[in-house]
């Protein structure tokens, strides 16, 4: 799945923290595709100004990133969680239509 750069930080910061040994170890090889290499830090160049974290937008890609089925049942689980809990915001729109339309 084709994922930019807010769109793979959104998805590293609503994954769970918890879970059986098997979804941890899944979790863990999806967390580091999710990642982002030593050379794309140094495009984007990240910086945190008070709550908010900022990058140069000139270094953002679209990176393909193998998600399994397991892995896309899970955020598609947290994704409707977060849903029927009234918590999604814009920045969750785009995931949202690519996980769950």
């Known amino acids: ?3 930019n750069v807010l769109e793979r930080l959104m ?3 609503m994954l769970p ?3 059986s040994i098997t979804v941890l ?3 863990r090889v999806l967390k580091e595709e999710l990642s982002f290499s030593e050379e794309e830090n140094k495009a984007l160049v990240f910086k945190q100004e008070d709550e908010q974290l900022m990058w140069n937008s000139e270094g953002d890609v679209v990176k393909d990133i193998k ?3 397991i892995m ?3 955020i ?3 994704l409707k969680k977060l849903n029927d809990e009234e918590k999604l ?3 969750h729109i785009d995931l949202y239509e690519k996980f769950m339309e």
Do not use: P, R, S, V
Request: proline share 0%; hydrophobic share 40%; charged share 40%.
């Open 1 to 3: 799945m084709k994922l």
């Open 11 to 13: 998805l590293l910061n």
């Open 17 to 19: 923290k918890e879970g």
């Open 25 to 27: 170890k899944l979790l």
């Open 67 to 69: 998600i399994g089925e």
């Open 72 to 74: 896309t049942e899970l």
């Open 76 to 78: 598609k689980k947290e």
């Open 89 to 91: 915001t814009d920045a």
